[in-house]
């Protein structure tokens, strides 16, 4: 097995062994480490001694092993003791064990975790993901991200592990997978518009809690929508890396296949599951991923889904897209009215999406001078390179 392979093998391992040392033996933080460190031991012996035949008992006992070495060096007899009897009671039945996976998710996304603290541990503990990794893929350092991770280990020491999970914490589980996903979508700084790294990981992560929740209206709606908005991605940028939007983007390069079973996903989960925000966003994502272009895009029904979007889940990035779709339908100037009812509010002033959305409908109206004011105060706004410098060039256009 190629070392590559390995490390996707023990991202998969990695929270089912989480979860059954937490489990068994509470101390998240204690065991969380110890599971570290026996994924760190399988990189080294997995590619050199062959892959065990059962690589998540491997890992169990190895992270076993580390929690006695732990224990011991505090001299606590009992707990070591019971360790060794966990070990002996865990090996046999664990091909078929209860999955603790989603009580996992429930527990790194405690509410009294911050958002940034909840998708470090998200990463680390059900990702699989080294604290390193994370940190590289928030551009932070590495003691920053470390000092992140064990400040909320430590919040949860002697948390109970939420057994048959906590479905009140769901909607918090969503939304640290779908922020991973967006921060993987369009990167809020750096060079790149992409993270693919990122949204790999946020599909992968959400394709578990829906192996798990298969029935959850919300999760499957969520997973249609990462695997639809992912579609585009080859799409999203030239050969040098700048950004193309979507109404300029060679639609021969979507995906064909996640666009099939985006829309099978919703298709399925808008026809018998209660509608939620997510469900309504994958819809909207249907409907331009079926689209032959922006053109043919069915931008009446776009609306329509934006309307039920914003009186059941309403904040102002909605009221932005919902002007773009009301700009199709009927005119720049009535998306530009929807855009002033944002005035004053806090949540969304000075942020760049605004600036751009305006810019825009404004070209789209004929007032130049006004939209390059726009699209340069948006450029300003962005800490992303590909989006500064597309809204710099949209401004050099408009001005000629």
């Known amino acids: 097995m190629t070392p590559s392979a390995v490390e996707d093998l023990l991202r998969e391992c990695a929270p089912r062994v989480l979860g059954v040392l937490v489990r068994h033996h509470g ?29 998540t ?75 390193a990794q994370i940190a590289a893929s928030f551009l932070v350092p590495e003691a920053t991200m470390a000092q992140r991770i064990s400040r909320a280990k430590t919040r949860l020491r002697g948390e109970a592990f939420p057994r048959g999970g906590d479905r009140a ?67 999203r940028t030239t050969a040098d890396g700048a950004m193309v939007p979507l109404a300029e983007q060679d639609r021969s390069l979507w995906d064909r296949a996640a666009i099939t079973e985006g829309v099978a996903l919703v298709t399925d989960t808008l026809s018998r599951a209660p509608l939620g925000p997510y469900q309504l966003q994958s819809a909207i994502a249907a409907v ?11 931008w009446a029904q776009i609306l329509v889904l934006y309307d039920i979007l914003d009186r059941i889940a309403p904040n102002p990035m909605v009221t932005v897209n919902r002007a773009v779709a009301l700009a199709q339908v009927s005119g720049p100037r009535a998306g530009l009215a929807v855009l002033d009812s944002l005035a004053g509010d806090k949540r969304v002033d000075g942020h760049h999406r605004l600036a751009a959305v305006r810019a825009h409908l404004l070209e789209l109206d004929g007032d130049l001078d006004g939209a390059r004011e726009s699209y340069r105060l948006a450029a300003r706004g962005t800490a992303s390179l590909p989006e500064r410098r597309y809204l710099e060039a949209r401004a050099d ?3 000629q």
Request: proline fraction near 4%; glycine fraction near 6%; charged fraction near 25%.
């Open 27 to 55: 101390r998240f933080d204690a065991c969380e480490d110890a599971v570290q460190e026996a994924l760190l031991a399988a990189v080294t012996a997995w590619p050199r001694d062959g892959v065990p035949d059962n690589p």
């Open 169 to 235: 914490r769901l909607g918090a589980v969503l939304h640290v997978l779908y922020l991973i996903f967006t921060e993987g979508h369009t990167a809020s700084s750096g060079p790149d518009l992409n993270r693919a790294d990122l949204t790999a990981e946020a599909i992968r992560l959400t394709r578990l809690v829906h192996g798990l929740l298969p029935d959850d209206g919300e999760v499957t709606g969520l997973l249609a929508l990462m695997v639809l908005t992912e579609s585009r991605r080859a799409a």
């Open 288 to 298: 331009h991923a079926e689209a032959a272009d922006t053109d043919s895009t069915d």
């Open 57 to 131: 008992g491997w890992l169990v006992t190895a992270a076993g092993r580390k929690l006695t070495d732990h224990w011991r060096s505090e001299n606590a007899r009992r707990r070591r003791e019971d360790v060794v009897a966990a070990q002996a009671e865990l090996l046999v039945p664990l091909a078929a064990a209860e999955d603790d996976t989603l009580e996992l998710f429930f527990l790194c996304c405690h509410p009294d975790l911050s958002t940034p603290s909840q998708i470090a541990l998200t990463l680390r503990a059900v990702g699989g993901l080294t604290t």
């Open 397 to 399: 256009r408009v001005g």
